[in-house]
């Protein structure tokens, strides 16, 4: 079992709850109301600056060239996506200004300040604990939906699985949990305690988020 299985299976059941939330069903079956999906895409884009921030921190936080490297380009990846992030938001009839002019959510706060303390007060592989399960949930979500055929014809949010089912963008989150896992292979039992709790925390930190889609909150 790698590093990251152990992680998962010791964060159960929040895992699976992340996995197949009522709203992965939703979007899945086609059933998601738009506003729902309207308001958790508005968020991402508040999600996805500070989820950039965190990458810029650990850039600061690495110690050796190597290691930024790796930070640097997934911080420029994710800068990149940004502009398709508003494009995509637009074909859902949301226009920038109201991006702009949104309040953020608590659970966004609470998600994405969390990710940061991690790195804040922690050190580099802290701070990965954090950021995987996102990179990893989503993979994983686009898996469990595909592998079960659970989207139906015609659904609005096709476009949506078909992103984070691509070959690229399982490669990316391969790559994440790959260098994760590099960071963690050394560290004492203790460590690995400090790392699970995190990974644990992040990922009841992803249901949140979801729920917070469902709640319009
Ligand atoms: C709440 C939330 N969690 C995870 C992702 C997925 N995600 C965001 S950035 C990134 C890495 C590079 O694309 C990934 C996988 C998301 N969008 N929103």
């Not at 965190?54 to 940004?82: C, G, H, P, T, V």
Request: proline letters at 2%; aromatic letters at 14%.
């Amino acid at each position: 079992m790698t590093i990251t299985q152990d992680l998962i299976k010791n964060s159960k059941p929040h895992w699976d709850n992340y996995i197949k939330h009522e709203f992965v069903q939703k979007l899945a079956n086609g059933t998601l109301e738009l506003k729902n999906f309207q308001h958790y895409l508005m968020q991402d884009y508040i999600y996805l600056f500070h989820y950039s921030r965190a990458f810029a921190l650990a850039m600061y936080k690495s110690d050796n060239f190597e290691q930024m490297e790796f930070s640097r380009q997934a911080l420029n990846s994710i800068l990149d996506e940004i502009q398709l992030h508003i494009n995509y938001c637009k074909e859902f009839g949301i226009d920038e200004k109201s991006i702009h002019e949104q309040k953020e959510s608590p659970a966004c706060v609470a998600y994405t300040r969390y990710v940061l303390d991690c790195g804040l007060s922690g050190d580099l592989t802290q701070l990965y604990a954090a950021v995987i399960p996102c990179f990893l949930g989503y993979a994983k979500v686009a898996d469990y939906i595909t592998l079960n055929n659970l989207s139906v014809a015609n659904n609005p949010y096709q476009s949506w699985i078909d992103m984070y089912s691509s070959k690229e963008y399982q490669e990316a989150a391969n790559d994440a949990t790959e260098f994760f896992e590099g960071l963690c292979k050394d560290l004492s039992k203790k460590q690995m305690g400090k790392i699970q709790d995190i990974f644990t925390t992040a990922t009841r930190m992803e249901i949140s988020f979801w729920q917070m889609g469902l709640d319009l909150s």
